[in-house]
């Protein structure tokens, strides 16, 4: 032990270096409550410290935020690299699936809704739209008509509630309609995502082998028309999905 030491910071040295870990000073639960106690320590106000009353006994100069020139020159000489992400897995598309708030509003009810209640809309790259009971398909001269001339909500309709809802099909004002079931022009495969209002899945054009995603939202909790109208007025942009089919 280096004899120019203070008697205070040998016994600090000595405590520290035992060949044990359980011997060591700090070790077990009541180990900083030791290293507290030790006489090298014993001019250090702990509960300043901790309040943040205690003034350091050197404030280095700095320049500004990014100034390094306090930090060892061996640190600072370190040439920096990115190091390669892990690649990602099959199941990475779910990797953050149930930390995305959703509104309590949208569970409210959602098991006493009758089935033939829902009505899904829209889907992805064709956006379908598929219900239980009856598709609404628009034939292509009918929607490149409505992309032209879209016909205006009428100003009179009431706010939509799960009430006003049943009674006032939005949609049903579109031109072109056809009703039929989804099921006899595609069979709807695996779900790929699921948001705060919708779910999408993806299905398969039975007489092509096409396939979509179908964008399926409860229409007694959403007004769809208004997307619906969009994506018919906006079809023609390359980085916006094209609307197929509409239910």
């Not at 935020?65 to 306090?70: E, G, K, V, Y």
């Not at 640190?75 to 990115?82: K, Q, R, V």
Request: hydrophobic share 35%.
């Amino acid at each position: 032990m280096p004899q120019f030491l203070s008697p205070e910071a040998q016994s600090l040295l000595r405590a520290l270096f035992k060949r044990t870990p359980s011997n060591r000073l700090g070790y077990g639960p009541n180990g900083f409550e030791d290293l507290k106690r030790q006489p090298f320590f014993a001019s250090i106000d702990w509960d300043g410290l901790l309040e943040g009353r205690v003034q350091p006994p050197f404030k280095p100069t700095c320049s500004g935020l990014d100034d390094a020139s306090n930090f060892d020159v061996q640190f600072t000489s370190i040439t920096p690299f990115d190091s390669p992400a892990l690649p990602p897995s099959a199941s990475a598309h779910a990797l953050f699936r149930g930390f995305s708030y959703v509104a309590p509003s949208f569970f409210t009810n959602s098991d006493s809704l009758p089935a033939t209640s829902k009505e899904p809309v829209e889907s992805t790259n064709g956006k379908l739209c598929e219900d239980d009971q009856s598709d609404m398909l628009a034939s292509e001269g009918d929607l490149e008509n409505y992309r032209a001339h879209p016909a205006p909500v009428p100003a009179d309709l009431p706010p939509l509630t799960p009430t006003t809802a049943r009674h006032f099909q939005r949609l049903a004002g579109l031109p072109g309609v056809k009703f039929k079931s989804i099921l006899l022009d595609y069979q709807i495969l695996e779900e790929l995502g699921c948001g705060s209002y919708a779910v999408v899945h993806k299905c398969l054009h039975r007489n092509s082998n096409t396939v979509y995603s179908v964008k399926i939202i409860d229409k007694i909790k959403r007004d769809v028309r208004e997307e619906v109208e969009i994506l018919m007025r906006v079809h023609n942009h390359p980085n916006i999905v094209r609307l197929r089919d509409v239910s």
